[in-house]
């Protein structure tokens, strides 16, 4: 068996030191060694979408990584976008019933916070595209649909300002 080793994790731009085995996935990390529990686990094979943070920026599934591959990256999880006020998409999401049961949600979350970055102007398609990627077993995406499109809407530039 190989032995545990203490790597430095920065998540939320805050350094943690852990001490984990070599095969100890970055889920398992982030949510029993360091208590962020948003980030979900669901189908622990990366096709749910459940587990998505970004690494260094970019979307990424938490239940194909292990944690020591992480040392020297920056990772964000949901804990990031805790707090007042809310994104347009957060925003959106909630005024446009885009959830249920809100186990999808974190991941929906962090692949569309990142997508609408290079993405302002989606089309219907586009959105449902990015979201094939995210299993969400309650609301059947037409509200969370709906949502991207108006979180897009809100955070797109005013012309002429």
């Not at 920026?57 to 999880?77: D, E, K, N, S």
């Not at 916070?113 to 979201?131: C, F, G, H, M």
């Amino acid at each position: 068996m190989t032995e545990a080793t203490e790597i430095a994790l920065t998540v939320n731009g805050e350094v943690h030191r852990v001490t984990v085995p070599p095969r100890k996935l970055l889920s398992d990390v982030l949510r029993d060694d360091l208590g962020l529990t948003g980030t979900h686990v669901g189908c622990e094979h990366g096709t749910c979408g459940a587990c998505t943070i970004w690494v260094d920026g970019a979307p990424t599934r938490a239940c194909l990584i292990f944690a020591v591959q992480m040392a020297g990256h920056a990772l964000t999880t949901i804990e990031a976008f805790a707090g007042d006020p809310l994104t347009p998409l957060q925003q959106a999401l909630h005024e446009l019933h885009g959830l249920q049961c809100g186990f999808c949600t974190p991941g929906i979350v962090m692949t569309v916070e990142a997508w609408l970055k290079d993405n302002p102007d989606p089309s219907e398609a586009e959105i449902r595209d990015v979201l094939s990627g995210n299993l969400c077993r309650c609301t059947g995406y037409h509200n969370i649909v709906r949502a991207v499109a108006a979180a897009a809407r809100r955070m797109r530039p005013a012309v002429g300002a």
